[in-house]
């Protein structure tokens, strides 16, 4: 982006009128004083200069607060494996992930707008956008579909009778206002209450405004973790999952086309080295059900954001991983 200044006196000739050296060296046209201020200013120039990159080194702004905090960790990682596998390529990098103080409104406005946002993961980013570029691959292996309940645990032995969808539709589910999952609840026809904020949820559960508040189990044990502090009477539902198809995006502005191009090397290496399923095992290891805690129930969900092959596609591949459970 070009920066046009409006012209105004150079400081330097301003200074003259005042400067000591000036005062000495007048007979010499301020010719001191000029090269002094020159060489300052020209510093200044140089540390205010921000076009991404410092001393050959790739500056990448990625923003990750739009994610739980169960999920960040590992998606973090994700992009400094990409990162690290295009460094012959590309060069040394430096990820910047400094970014807490904006919404998610204003975190796409800055990646389409202007580009001071390089890049973030996202499930609800429109096709089509302008200014920017969406790269699709399975980065989480489906497991961001697959979903177990946030419950009272006085309701464990109810929710251990749910097997099927039907008997699913039945209870009422909580979920943040806006939030894409919303539009599969709704198409399924399940009674669905809506929070504004994570936080405000977990006190609606726990009053009985409804009976389960879904979560990835990418994120759900976390998330119960901090919950029970205030609520020690929620627990997870542990033989019950839900599974619905979701992509999810990186999501590259489209100002930094060496950050596009960087982003679909490093993810074509990543992904197709399955460096993804080992970061999986690793962030997630007991994510999968556990048959030695009883019979487990999966409801399968369609997802009406997506098209009739993708949810054929992600349901079948979803009932690879499970059919041994």
């Not at 596998?85 to 998610?104: F, I, K, M, V, W």
């Not at 949820?201 to 759900?220: A, D, K, N, Q, Y």
């Not at 487990?296 to 059919?323: C, G, W, Y």
């Amino acid at each position: 982006m070009v920066e046009v200044e409006l012209f105004r006196m150079p400081a330097y000739i301003q200074m003259c009128k005042t400067c000591y050296l000036c005062v000495i060296f007048r007979a010499a046209g301020c010719w001191v004083c000029t090269l002094l201020l020159l060489v300052s200013s020209n510093s200044l120039k140089a540390e205010n200069i921000d076009d991404g990159n410092t001393a050959d080194v790739m500056v990448v702004k990625y923003w990750a607060e739009g994610l739980s905090p169960g999920i960040r960790p590992y998606l973090t990682e994700l992009i400094r494996q990409a990162l690290i596998a295009t460094e012959a390529e590309y060069g040394p990098y430096r990820l910047d992930t400094n970014h807490p103080q904006l919404s998610s409104l204003r975190s796409m406005r800055e990646m389409e707008k202007d580009g001071r946002l390089n890049l973030q993961f996202s499930n609800s980013w429109h096709k089509g956008a302008e200014q920017v570029e969406q790269i699709i691959y399975p980065y989480t292996n489906g497991l961001l579909g697959l979903r177990k309940c946030l419950i009272r645990k006085n309701d464990l032995e109810f929710f251990d009778t749910i097997t099927t969808l039907d008997e699913f539709k039945k209870i009422r589910i909580g979920q943040g206002v806006g939030w894409p999952d919303n539009d599969v609840y709704r198409g399924e026809h399940i009674e669905l209450y809506e929070a504004k904020g994570y936080q405000a949820l977990f006190p609606m559960l726990m009053h009985g405004r409804f009976e389960c508040i879904p979560l990835s189990v990418l994120e759900i044990e976390g998330t119960l973790k901090d919950a029970q502090v205030e609520y020690p009477d929620m627990t997870i539902a542990p033989n019950f999952y839900i599974f619905y198809p979701m992509n999810l995006s990186l999501v590259v502005t489209g100002y930094r086309e060496d950050i596009v191009r960087r982003m679909q090397a490093g993810f074509k290496k990543v992904i197709g080295s399955k460096k993804h399923i080992k970061l999986l095992n690793k962030f997630y290891p007991n994510i999968t059900p556990d048959a030695a805690v009883g019979p487990v129930s999966v409801v399968f969900l369609h997802n009406p954001n997506l098209t009739p092959h993708e949810n054929d596609n992600k349901t079948q591949a979803m009932r690879e991983i499970l059919r041994f459970y």
